[in-house]
């Protein structure tokens, strides 16, 4: 089984349709089978990046209006046979974020004679940057990765599994080893320590974005989207206040 995979949270707020264009022509170049994309918001956005990648004609996402649900799109250049979009039971202290759902989209995609299910998700941001377990922030995300690890324990998913996105947990954290004990799923980043999450005079933090694959899948990884792009208009700027990583699977 190969398959190329791109997961990569495009920030929602800014100048957000023209960054989605732009992401749009560079996935039209790419050589990823399935991307799978976090914070595309607005339906707008949605319609602009669907209208600009004629490539992936197969797409994934849960409701789209007024929001689309937990922000969350897979395009896929393989068919997909079955998606699933589900949303974490809301716990914890009240948030914005709320509104939209957060969840897990769950994707069959067909490669030949063999498939592969690929979950989309994004977890409660932490917005203490603290992972210690005694944050409420952690508490919530341990309880978003609890009722994942339900999720995949469903037994009509017999698939390889590969989970990415943006787990806003660092790859390092007892939060995240224990999800991996409880599904089986690897790290194919191997604690990489590399960050994904742009680096600001305020802010560093430890690798939040992440790729999880059942073994004996495994890839080889790359920090995707580090520089300064130039939209339509000339103007330059970052795609995201994330990095994307890219991921070239096979068994």
């Known amino acids: 089984m190969n398959i190329g995979?791109?997961?990569f949270n495009?920030?929602?707020?800014?100048?957000?349709?023209?960054?989605?264009?732009a992401l749009a022509g560079i996935l039209e170049d790419?050589?990823?089978d399935v991307v799978c994309l976090q914070e595309v918001v607005s339906p707008r956005n949605l319609a602009a990046l669907r209208a600009a990648t004629p490539s992936?004609?197969?797409i994934a996402h849960g409701p789209s209006f007024p929001l689309v649900r937990g922000g969350l799109v897979t395009l896929s250049r393989r068919p997909i046979?079955?998606?699933h979009y589900r949303p974490y039971r809301f716990i914890g202290?009240?948030?914005?974020?709320?509104?939209?759902?957060k969840g897990a989209l769950l994707t069959r995609v067909q490669l030949g004679d063999e498939h592969v299910t690929i979950v989309n998700t994004h977890l409660t941001a932490n917005k203490d940057t603290d992972w210690d377990l005694a944050n409420p922030y952690t508490r919530i995300e341990a309880g978003e990765l609890a009722q994942l690890a339900d999720l995949l324990a469903h037994?009509?998913?017999?698939?390889p599994l590969i989970v990415a996105g943006d787990l806003n947990v660092p790859r390092s954290s007892p939060v995240l080893r224990d999800f991996r004990d409880a599904t089986g799923l690897a790290d194919v980043l191997d604690g990489d320590p590399?960050?994904?999450f742009r680096p600001t005079p305020k802010v560093s933090l430890e690798p939040i974005d992440q790729i999880l694959a059942t073994p004996p899948l495994r890839a080889t990884t790359t920090l995707v989207f580090q520089d300064e792009i130039r939209l339509a208009d000339g103007r330059s700027c970052y795609l995201s206040d994330h990095y994307g990583i890219a991921a070239a699977f096979s068994t």
């Open 56 to 58: 992936y004609p197969h």
């Open 5 to 7: 995979l791109l997961t």
């Open 30 to 32: 790419s050589p990823y």
């Open 155 to 159: 037994p009509a998913l017999t698939d």
């Open 10 to 21: 495009t920030l929602f707020r800014g100048d957000s349709r023209a960054r989605i264009r």
């Open 194 to 196: 590399a960050t994904t």
């Open 93 to 101: 202290r009240p948030r914005l974020e709320g509104l939209l759902r």
């Open 81 to 83: 046979v079955r998606r």
